[in-house]
């Protein structure tokens, strides 16, 4: 009884106070103090955050996350978002199960959402069909430098996001097949006028997405939110300042979000990753 009543204070919490310091603490604080989480293991829950419904579960740190503390990245959305043109078109690359393309929607744009892994896309396609007036449209494919198929790596349940392309399909990892197609192709093939935001976190082949819509990038100058991960670049065999170069080559500033706006992205600072957003100079 008690413990029900601290969940229904805390989604109260969540859901209706907009994002503060410290806010994260108090959520963690309840979640765990109270014994939520081990009522929660197993369990998969329909609810609303953000103005969306969502299906979600409490396994998966991603799901999880957005679970409990109703939102996934505030900074990181708040400056991503504001820089978008309304109407604009989103592109949200290892979408997951759908977040930042609905939330793009969400606030008015035409959003293509693509997920590879096929357990992924299965959670996508629910949290599309939960939200049948967001303009958003879901494509398991992978965004490469190349048109073709490969082996990607079957992420564990504790963090479904984590799954990457171009695995060695020998057995020594869990892998499925994927197609894959680039950015300048699917752009072209679907008539896209102009691309106004992107999202993009692919585990490491961020460099392969760039290299394959280079075209559409010079066009459009989107602004981005990208994932910026030394250690799955060099999986790829990509240097971090090979990635931050081509960033900035392309005519790009590179920031990060921060409580009281933009601050230049300087390094990491002991951090292992971070997100990044892209703003063309």
């Known amino acids: 009884m008690i413990r029900r009543l601290a969940k229904r204070v805390l989604e109260g919490y969540v859901t209706r106070l907009p994002y503060h310091l ?42 999880r996350r957005l679970y409990y503390h109703g ?123 102009k691309v106004g935001g992107i999202k993009l976190d692919v585990e490491g082949a961020e460099w392969k997405v760039l290299a394959g819509g280079m075209e559409t990038l010079r066009r459009d100058r989107p602004v981005m939110l990208m994932e910026y991960n030394p250690p799955c670049l060099r999986r790829f065999g990509v240097k971090e300042e090979e990635l931050l170069g081509k960033l900035r080559g392309m005519g790009y500033g590179l920031w990060r979000a921060t409580r009281g706006g933009l601050k230049r992205f300087e390094g990491l600072g002991g951090e292992e990753y971070c997100n990044l957003i892209c703003v063309a100079e």
């Not at 078109?89 to 759908?98: A, E």
């Not at 892998?175 to 072209?188: H, K, R």
């Open 22 to 63: 410290g806010k994260w603490r108090v959520v963690e604080g309840v979640v765990k103090g109270m014994g939520i989480e081990e009522g929660d293991r197993g369990q998969e829950f329909l609810v609303e955050r953000q103005g969306l419904r969502w299906k979600l579960g409490v396994e998966c740190a991603m799901q």
């Open 71 to 193: 939102a996934l990245d505030p900074y990181d959305e708040r400056e991503l978002f504001s820089r978008m043109e309304p109407g604009a078109v989103f592109l949200d690359i290892g979408s997951y199960y759908g977040y930042y393309g609905l939330r793009a929607a969400e606030g008015g744009a035409e959003a293509y959402l693509f997920e590879p892994a096929g357990v992924n896309f299965g959670r996508l396609e629910e949290n599309l069909r939960l939200n049948p007036a967001m303009r958003c449209r879901g494509y398991r494919l992978a965004l490469s430098d190349r048109v073709g198929k490969v082996a990607m790596s079957i992420a564990k349940d504790g963090n479904r996001g984590t799954g990457r392309i171009e695995v060695e399909a020998d057995g020594g990892e869990a892998t499925e097949e994927v197609e894959t197609t680039t950015l300048d192709l699917f752009v072209m093939r679907e008539g896209i006028g």
